[in-house]
């Protein structure tokens, strides 16, 4: 990396320890589900996405949604965390060290936001039981509250994951404690309305996250880096606000994460505070299913209109960094070199990088080299769309002509 001693860059691109393992430097890639991963088996196309993020520059780079077991995963083209995936996993993890990076696995479960029914399946689980909107789209109508025998169930399959990622040559685990997911929906008191001490207060609320942090730690945590990621605001009516995700910040801390992910919002119900812009109604064309088409419609109507702002969750992260020590990895809207700047500054050890890393994948060594000052990313949003074609996930800006306005019915 040409990045001068004395760059305002620089500073970036030194290492940074987390936890037991070391980083090049400080760019992370966030978990942008790949949707390369057909029938839970991951692609080698999966393999070579990840190694050209490597390639490009970004130290880390997250393997999204990988479900610790099979009712846990939101849709087919998932990866899930078994025997069967490992040696395809190993291929990834090998090509992201020849090309000079590190992985990590984002380990989930979907709990009640999963469109896919396992084999055998029953209700789809929640913190709390009842009507469940989501499975509108799936034909699951209610869902499950847990009971203390399915967390712990759920809690060693957390930690079983995080031991595959290991032996799949995983450098980091990322518990995904956000954006509505099952351990999100522990934490929201949208989702729960729990009366026993796994609901009611934060304090409670916290209970069942914090044990499956304590079980991924104690399984993985002096090899891995176990990094978790969290809605520091949910952005929704009867959600999180702030001072919910400071005192989750605080109490992620205190059970020993090596690092915090600072993000925001929940897929339902507010997308456009975890992407800082709206969505565009092209998107509906690529779907396929009339029933999430019209879901993607309803949440069209629901949410404002939304004007892009680089480092547009900044005043958030920035309650978090006052009230924590832990090393925190800024996300989202992060576009340029002054933002870069000032995240290392402001004292974020990390930067997490989604649609600039799909449109650029080599826009970390671009950055350092002087060669990019500005990513061409738009957020226009057109990518979420492609993780539910057989394509997967890229950048429409990338492709030859615009495949979401290439498939709307020709004007006139
Ligand atoms: C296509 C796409 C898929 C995403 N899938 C995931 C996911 O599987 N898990 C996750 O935690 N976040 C996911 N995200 C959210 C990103 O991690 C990140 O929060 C968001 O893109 C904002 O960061 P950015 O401004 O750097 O893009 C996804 C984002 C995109 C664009
Ligand atoms: S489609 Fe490309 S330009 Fe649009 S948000 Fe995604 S990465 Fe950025």
Redesign the pocket.
């Known amino acids: 990396m040409s990045t001068e001693m004395n760059s305002p860059l620089a500073a970036a691109y030194q290492p940074l320890r987390v936890g037991p393992i070391q980083l090049k430097n400080r760019f992370i890639k966030?978990?942008?589900?790949e949707g390369m991963s057909p029938n839970g088996i991951p692609s080698q196309q999966l393999v070579q996405f990840h190694a050209g993020v490597a390639a490009g520059g970004a130290a880390l780079t997250t393997v999204?949604?990988c479900a610790v077991s099979d009712d846990g995963c939101t849709l087919p083209n998932q990866i899930q965390l078994n025997r069967q995936t490992l040696p395809h996993l190993r291929a990834l993890t090998d090509a992201v060290h020849a090309a000079g990076g590190k992985a990590s696995a984002?380990i989930?479960h979907g709990g009640c936001f999963v469109f896919t029914r396992a084999p055998g399946q029953g209700r789809p689980l929640s913190a709390s039981g009842g009507f469940n909107k989501i499975g509108l789209m799936s034909g699951m109508f209610f869902k499950k509250q847990m009971s203390e025998a399915d967390m712990q169930r759920i809690a060693v399959d957390f930690a079983r994951g995080a031991r595959l990622a290991q032996e799949a040559g995983f450098d980091a685990v990322e518990i995904?404690m956000?954006?509505g997911y099952l351990l999100s929906q522990f934490l929201s008191p949208r989702y729960n309305q729990r009366k026993d001490a796994y609901g009611g207060s934060l304090e409670n609320r916290l209970r069942f996250p914090r044990q499956v942090l304590r079980a991924v730690l104690d399984a993985v945590g002096n090899e891995l880096a176990v990094i978790c990621?969290f809605s520091m605001v949910e952005g929704a009516r009867g959600g999180n606000h702030i001072d919910e995700g400071v005192q989750i910040a605080r109490a992620l801390a205190e059970e020993g994460a090596h690092l915090l992910v600072l993000?925001a919002g929940l897929n339902a119900e507010s997308i456009t505070t975890?992407?800082?812009s709206s969505f565009p109604p092209e998107n509906r064309a690529v779907v396929t299913n009339p029933v999430m088409k019209f879901a993607m419609y309803l949440q069209q109507l629901a949410e404002k209109p939304r004007e892009f702002k680089p480092l547009y969750l900044l005043k958030y992260a920035r309650q978090i960094r006052a009230a924590v020590d832990v090393p925190l990895a800024y996300?989202?809207?992060?576009?340029s070199a002054e933002g870069v700047v000032e995240l290392v500054d402001e004292g974020f050890e990390a930067l997490?990088?989604?649609?600039?890393l799909?449109h650029d994948p080599n826009w970390v060594n671009a950055l350092g080299q002087g060669v990019a000052r500005q990513s061409g990313?738009t957020?226009c949003?057109r990518?979420?769309a492609?993780?539910y074609t057989e394509g997967g996930?890229s950048c429409v800006l990338g492709l030859p002509g615009d495949p979401i306005l290439n498939s709307l019915p020709a004007a006139g």
């Open positions: 966030a978990a942008t589900n999204a949604y984002q989930t995904h956000g954006h990621k993000s975890m992407f800082g996300l989202g809207g992060l576009t997490a990088l989604g649609r600039v799909i990313c957020a949003n990518c979420v492609m993780m996930t």
